[in-house]
């Protein structure tokens, strides 16, 4: 039986709640922090981490197989 390969880059990323959802956090905090076009209020709202888009949950269910 072949191994199914999983993304390593998806796995750190991307978590499965119970429910079945994907969980995604720190998106959107690597470029232009500091002054240059990010405001206090945007940057405080990144930090929560959120749920991914319904589009991408087909590209996410085969990117992490399992559980």
Known sequence: MP???THS???KR???TKNG????GHVG???????HGKTTKLKRHL?????ADAT???QLK????YK
């Open 3 to 5: 191994k199914i390969k």
């Open 9 to 11: 880059g998806a796995k």
């Open 14 to 16: 991307f978590s499965v």
């Open 21 to 24: 959802k994907f969980k995604r």
């Open 29 to 35: 905090k690597r470029h232009l922090l500091n002054g």
């Open 47 to 51: 930090r929560k981490e959120g749920f």
């Open 56 to 58: 991408n949950v087909a």
């Open 62 to 65: 085969r990117l992490l197989p």
